[in-house]
């Protein structure tokens, strides 16, 4: 007998429980943001709309099914079962943070707070959980496939991302690294910089295209399904020995990035994970393109 599935809901901590863990009570809280110019009662009027989001997506689990709740700073923790569908309830940028962990399971994106997110992933109102629940547990969903980007270390660390890996410095200081194609016929190029960014369709809403705005580039942003990817080099400073000829371009189908660190210590991070992050040292080598892996997110 097989298991029923079981309903994973993913939701973040919000700023109001953040403002209370930091001081102590409601109107301290208040006192410290009036101080500021601010007013605690949007932040709270935020927080309570979440909040009911979230009792409703739970209450519409179907009770024949079993139910786990995992927050966001908790995921790289949490142990998803093949079964699970994940609901995802709150921003975009919370269905993002969960991408890397979920390896092809079904995700539902719900609105926590309508009017002030986008949509693009969390396309979905909570009173519309129940009907989304029972299609993807029945297999009857519509998803789409969502291009996913993949960083790959020589020592086989892996790391996923929906919208972006970044790679360089953990702090202010320059990367340095050859870069180029993954291709020994064609030279890698030294370069110091403010780090590498690689990003798919989706993440080209994001920090992508704020890249190519700020330097008016002229590469075309890949759609959020399309088998492409797109990267930049940030803030690359030419000298005698480092290069900048090598700042964008596009990936297609399995086209690689290959990057050899010349730092004592890079990192690389997806989708502003900076907890969940690839660690490499001298001379390791980490190649980036189109993962196989995609977010299979309900239309």
Do not use: C
Request: zero cysteines; charged letters at 25%.
């Amino acid at each position: 007998m097989s298991l029923a599935p079981r309903a994973v809901l993913v939701h973040r901590t919000s700023e109001y429980e953040e403002l209370l863990a930091r001081h102590g009570t409601h109107g301290q809280a208040a006192f410290f943001l009036s101080s500021r110019g601010r007013d605690i009662e949007e932040v709270a009027q935020r927080h309570h709309r979440a909040r009911r989001a979230f009792a409703a997506v739970a209450a519409a689990v179907p009770p024949q099914w079993r139910q786990a709740r995992v927050e966001r700073a908790d995921l790289d923790r949490f142990l998803f079962a093949p079964e699970d569908v994940v609901v995802v309830v709150g921003q975009d940028g919370l269905v993002a943070n969960a991408a890397k962990y979920l390896a092809g399971r079904p995700v539902i994106g719900i609105d926590a707070d309508p009017g002030r997110n986008p949509g693009v992933l969390v396309r979905h109102r909570a009173a519309d959980a129940g009907k989304l629940l029972r299609a993807a547990g029945s297999g009857g969903a519509v998803v789409d496939e969502l291009t996913m980007v993949e960083a790959v270390a020589d020592d086989t660390q892996r790391l996923l991302a929906l919208n972006e890996i970044y790679l360089g410095s953990p702090g202010h200081q320059s990367a340095r690294y050859r870069l180029g194609p993954d291709d020994d016929s064609v030279p890698a190029e030294a370069q110091a910089s403010s780090g590498v960014l690689v990003g798919t369709g989706t993440g080209a809403t994001g920090w992508l295209r704020s890249l190519r705005q700020e330097r008016g580039s002229t590469l075309p942003l890949p759609g959020p399904s399309d088998p492409l990817l797109v990267w930049y080099v940030r803030e690359a400073w030419p000298s005698p020995t480092t290069g900048t000829s090598l700042v964008e371009g596009v990936l297609a189908d399995a086209e690689r990035l290959r990057l050899t660190v010349e730092s004592d210590r890079l990192v690389a991070f997806g989708d502003g994970m900076e907890n969940d992050a690839l660690v490499l040292t001298w001379g390791q080598t980490v190649r980036l393109g189109r993962s196989v892996t995609s977010l299979r997110l309900l239309d």
